[in-house]
Nanobody, 119 residues
């Protein structure tokens, strides 16, 4: 139905930047919302940011002003520009898609990409 593939994870020093990308493929008409979530070791998965097909964004308080999510509807891709990275940003970052037409009520996840921020 929908396959999501993340890329861009890496090891970076605190204060540095990374850009994550997620590409969606499969049989669908539209993805209403895409998001980035992260899961640090020993912690629950948490929301980082979401973006609708109309371009409306939502960010976790912990990343506001540092992270920017963008979307290319024609290519079915989303990016997450991460600046001023902190060690607490270290996590596996997952791409998510929901409100997918025609798969009402379903959501989809990528396998994740690891971001490690060293102090």
């Amino acid at each position: 139905q929908v396959q999501l593939v993340e890329s861009g994870g890496d090891l970076v020093q605190a204060g540095g930047s990374l850009r994550l990308s997620c590409a969606a493929s499969g049989k669908f008409f539209n993805i209403g919302r895409m998001g980035w979530y992260r899961q640090a070791p020993g912690k629950q998965r948490e929301l980082v940011a979401t973006i609708t097909s109309g371009g409306s964004t939502n960010y976790a308080d912990s990343v506001k002003g540092r992270f920017t999510m963008s979307r290319d509807n024609a290519k079915n891709t989303v990016d997450l520009q991460m600046n001023s990275l902190k060690p607490e940003d270290t996590a596996v970052y997952y791409c998510n898609a929901d409100r997918v037409v025609p798969y009402a009520g379903m959501d989809y996840w990528g396998k994740g990409t690891l971001v490690t921020v060293s102090s």
